[in-house]
């Protein structure tokens, strides 16, 4: 007769109410009707095994084996899909077993644009295909420094967006929001150690934080007080200069403002 | 007196003549005329370089991440921090793909306003291209004239949605604001008024000699090395490709006015000089048409679709079912379908591209950003070598790249 | 309080001497501030444009500088990321003393919106600072304000001035 009680602690990790009846409509898949499209589709799955290829909301999508990945964007390339617009990859590794990377690629001269996914299970590595697309060198060193999914025969496969030493690979979905260990402690170690930590402190990561009493950090906006004096109720006059002003510097007086009828101040 | 820590001296990064004469240089994370945080390593032999590699990643703020536990309506001021120059386009393409995801319709007042935003956030990018690149060259009269026009452009969108900077103007499912006569009128005057001004700073810079000493034959782009780079915006089109989103793939009323897609066949800084020009007057026209177009428009701004978009103000604060649905979908976030999409917008700096994987639920499961920057970023490994010194800095404010798109 | 006379002039005069001198020297470097151009991110395109024409910054006296080296107050203005922190660090123990440090716009106070795990909460966990701005991104009038609020900060100083060691020991 009681609805079941649940904690509240985290409700802001998910949508604390989701309805268990709740069926979300898939995006219908509808087959490739646009001639272009399928006839550069045709011309690659004359070498390549394409599994499925349909048209998402007018997005073409091939999806091919991981090992058929390069060959099929070789094939594209020929067709004239010369820009590799952007790759990426989707984590799975907790429904799946594995990561779906995906690749888009854009046709300047029929304007056409395809997608083509592939599907490579945890430890695989994937082929790099640096050498057709010249985009492929940072998009797939992004891949490799958020997912961890390493690339053959890439020239320079180093993180690039987070810092050399860094652990763990942030876009996973087990590696937390707000970083690990390694992660929280980072600039401190770095710069002074880990002697310093505890004079520093930890991060103040909760947002919805407040404390009134507090006067060393600066959260009492409007009745600023001196650094760990008592706080106060009074307001912080704002006063663009000291009251009697400073020598050979044009006193400021609020009453001498004028404040314009019209926006345009050029005029 | 120095704080303790335990950074290493500072010499650790410049190695000086090696044996075979060339000088590694840091133009380091911090520089007047990196256009952000750029650490671009290079090896010189004398002026020339030989290979240049950059080093990003210093404003990687993690957003794609923080899009996965946020629902879509939260994470739309988030991405006005992407490409801070022009809030609005980022905001219009993450709306724009998440509309596509759900099968949203727009209402045709709100795509008018979305374009005359989205054409203002162009020509307030550009002014400000200007005047940083004319800054890095030497032109500082120029940066504060463009900065002055520029501020006529920030007075309009603070006027329309209260924030010079970070608009967060566009909503998914339409604008949250009406746009008043007199609003209006403002820009026609502003429209009126802005083409002298640019034919003011071509006379300034177009014919001097040291401006084109310092542009012409500086950053030849070739076209293949373009593409191969996922290029996109006027880096393609100042090696001579016809590209643009606009004109290809029109979404909102790009289809229904008249503008011309400048190209240049030079490939070279100038020629993107002039065609960055071009494209103000362009998008000056297009305003012109567009503020036509209000007129005879009925006056919805969301989308009518309850179950994504909530219904607007009057009928929140006076019907009952509107309120409660408004509640669901801001505490709990609207669910689109299940799938994925990729859609690419004409930002003012390129192709600005979002891929969203939904799973059903109030979060995207996967949200990558394709931001132009990036991949011009990427770029300068390949273009920078056999260029001097002097050219680095003409080249990356040619490019136009801002890093809070590079490292999002 | 005249239960003793305090003769002022008998050392010489020294401690008026020094209160003038403490206001004169604090006068000079109060209204000549020179900014160290730190602009990360968005931040710093609403401190371009309160240098620029409108919002002018050259009428405090307060121009931007380039180098460390040459600079007096480093304006943090936009985000702070941990692959960026031993940067900043450095580039602080470059500038000479006096030194001050403004905080700009909610990611340098705190992280702002970024509350992940690249962002460094807050540049005083790094260096110490004496003006936090609120605001994202704060107007160029509030970056003029904290300005202002800075000189009237300097002239209440005494010229023997220690770091505020906020933090650190």
Known sequence: MFRRYQPKENVQKKAYYTDRFLVVP???????????????????????????????????????????????????????YKVLTEMSAVDWLAKKGGFEVFYQLLNIKAAKRIRVKCFIKENEAIESVEPLFRSADWSEREMYDMFGIKVNNHPNLKRILLPEDWHD???????????????????????????????????????????????????????????????????????????GGVPLVKKMKPEETKIRADKSWNK | MQQPNRLAPFYENLAFEREDDRM???????????????????????????????????????????????????????????????????????????????????PRRAKVIRMLLLELNRLASHLFWLATHALDIGAMSVFLYAFREREYVLDLIEDYCGARLT????????????????????????????????????????????????????????????QSWGCSGIMLRGSGIQW????????????????????????????????????????????????GMYEGTEPALMAHAPQYVSAPKEQIMTQNYSLMQHFVLVTQGMRPPVGDIYVGTESPKGELGYYIYSDGEAYPYRLKIRAPSFYHTGLLQDWLPGSYLADVVTMIGSSNTVFGEVDR | ?????????????????????????????????????????????????????????????????????????????????????????????????????VSMGSCANTGGMFNTYSTVQGVD?????????????????????????????????????????????
């Open chain 1, 169 to 243: 690979y942030p876009l996973r979905k087990t590696y937390p929001l707000h970083g690990d260990e390694a992660a929280n402690w980072y600039e401190v170690d770095l710069i002074y150690g880990k002697e310093y930590r505890d004079v520093i402190g930890p991060e103040q990561r909760d947002a919805a934080y407040v404390d009134e009493n507090d006067t060393k950090n600066f959260a009492r906006i409007g009745h600023e007080v001196g650094y760990g004096e008592q706080p106060t109720r009074n307001l912080t006059p704002i006063r663009y200069q000291e009251e």
């Open chain 3, 1 to 101: 309080m005249a239960q003793h006379e305090v003769n002022y002039l008998q050392k010489g005069g020294l401690p008026i001497m020094l209160t003038t001198v403490d206001k004169l020297v604090n006068w000079g470097r109060s209204n000549s501030l020179w900014f160290f151009t730190f602009g990360l991110a968005c931040c710093a395109i609403e401190m371009m444009a309160s240098g620029a024409g409108r919002f002018d910054f050259d009428r405090y006296g307060i121009i931007f500088r380039a180098s460390p080296r040459q600079s007096e107050v480093m304006v943090i203005s936009g985000t702070v990321t941990k692959k960026y922190a031993p940067f900043i660090r450095r580039l602080y123990d470059q500038m000479a003393e006096p030194k001050w440090v």
């Open chain 3, 125 to 169: 966990r790094i260096i110490p600072v004496d003006i936090y701005l609120p605001g994202c991104a704060p107007r160029p009038e509030t970056l003029q304000y904290a300005a202002l609020m800075l000189q009237q900060k300097i002239r209440s100083e005494s010229i023997n001035r220690k770091i505020s060691t906020k933090r650190f020991i």
């Open chain 1, 26 to 80: 898939e995006i219908p898949k509808n087959p490739v009707e646009d001639s272009v499209s399928l006839s550069h589709i045709d011309a690659v799955s004359k070498s390549v095994n394409i599994i499925e290829s349909y048209m998402q909301r007018d997005n073409v999508v091939m999806i091919v084996d991981a090992k058929d990945a390069k060959p099929a964007l070789a094939l594209l390339k020929d067709q004239g």
């Open chain 2, 244 to 291: 643009d989103i606009r004109k290809e793939e029109p979404y909102e009323l790009y289809d229904e006015v008249d503008f011309d897609i400048p190209t240049s066949d030079k490939c070279d800084s100038y020629g993107r000089y002039k065609l960055y020009m071009e494209e103000m007057r362009q998008s000056i026209r297009i305003i012109n048409q567009v503020l």
């Open chain 2, 24 to 106: 590694i240089i840091n133009f380091g994370p911090n520089h007047p005329s990196a256009h952000g945080l750029l650490n671009l390593i290079l090896e010189l032999s004398g002026e020339e370089i030989v290979k240049a590699y950059p080093n990003v990643g210093f404003l990687h703020r993690g957003m794609e991440k923080m899009a996965e536990n946020m629902i879509y309506n939260e994470f739309l001021p988030t991405t006005d921090r992407m490409d801070y120059v022009a809030a609005s386009a980022n905001n219009y393409g993450f709306a724009l793909a998440v509309e596509k995801l759900v099968g949203l319709e727009v």
């Open chain 2, 167 to 226: 608009h967060s103007s566009v909503r998914i499912g339409g604008v949250p604001l009406d746009v008043t006569p007199e609003w209006r009128k403002a820009m026609a005057e502003f429209m009126a008024h802005l083409p002298n001004e640019i034919t003011m700073y071509e006379n300034l810079l177009d014919t001097n000699r040291i401006w084109r000493m310092r542009l012409e034959e500086v950053g030849y782009l070739d076209p293949e090395i373009a």
